[in-house]
């Protein structure tokens, strides 16, 4: 029996504006494919495609001309949100952290009968490419920023592609990492796990309600307080 169709959203950061050649982009397309006949529907938005001004909200205050709400009703409709990201200075690009300080913008829309962040149910992951060194790092800290806006991570939720140290090619030049075994690996762990893991939170959903449990901390502590004072 068929498994039901999720959808996954690719957020691509590299810092080419289209049609640029992105090597972040033959990733995404290489674990695509692998989503695929596991029946997920896949789309990628290039973020440095639109206009997305700097802020930690989801409505950027006093920018009349903001994209990032259009970006932002896609991941909500999302059952998994993969950011990804190229290398720079050993480090996650400037527009991966961008996308992320706009996604944080979502820990002010909590819902009103459980206090979850829109992310609670929904599957992170993180794609990295670049050369030499840096993709644990950037993996290791995305990831963590997914989980404290409430996506639940799966094992082996990234796969990158890094160049030997110095000038050379990219994911995809001349054909670079394609029979690369780890990369082949990791982009089937990941989509696999992901969807897996997508499936099983919408069977059965994390019903945490974080409003009692901020209430029962206020209370605690305010009463502890109290007696210190006392």
């Not at 397309?29 to 440095?48: A, C, G, H, Q, Y």
């Not at 913008?105 to 060194?133: F, I, S």
């Not at 989509?191 to 901020?214: F, G, M, W």
Request: hydrophobic share 35%.
């Amino acid at each position: 029996m068929q498994q039901p169709k999720l959808k996954a959203l690719f957020l691509n950061c590299t810092l080419k504006k289209s049609p640029g050649v992105s090597h972040t982009q033959r990733l995404i397309d290489f674990v695509s494919k692998e989503m695929e006949p596991l029946n997920v529907e896949t789309e990628t938005v290039r973020i440095i495609d639109f206009n997305i001004p700097f802020s930690i909200h989801t409505h950027a205050k006093d920018e009349p001309k903001d994209d990032w709400p259009k970006i932002h009703k896609k991941i909500i409709k999302a059952d998994i949100i993969i950011i990804c990201s190229p290398i720079w200075f050993g480090t996650r690009a400037s527009v991966t952290q961008l996308t992320l300080e706009r996604m944080s913008g979502m820990y002010d829309e909590r819902d009103k009968n459980t206090g979850q962040y829109p992310l609670y149910n929904k599957v992170g992951a993180c794609l990295v490419t670049g050369n030499e060194d840096g993709a644990h790092d950037v993996i290791s800290n995305t990831l963590f920023n997914l989980t404290h806006i409430g996506c639940t991570i799966p094992p082996n939720a990234d796969s990158y592609w890094v160049g030997e140290a110095g000038p050379g090619p990219s994911f995809g030049d001349d054909d670079a990492g394609y029979e690369n075994l780890f990369v082949n690996r990791t982009a089937k762990y990941l989509a696999y796990n992901t969807a897996q893991l997508a499936r099983v939170l919408k069977k059965s959903p994390l019903d945490l309600n974080l409003d009692e449990i901020d209430r029962e901390v206020d209370e605690h502590i305010g009463n502890r307080t109290k007696h210190i004072r006392s």
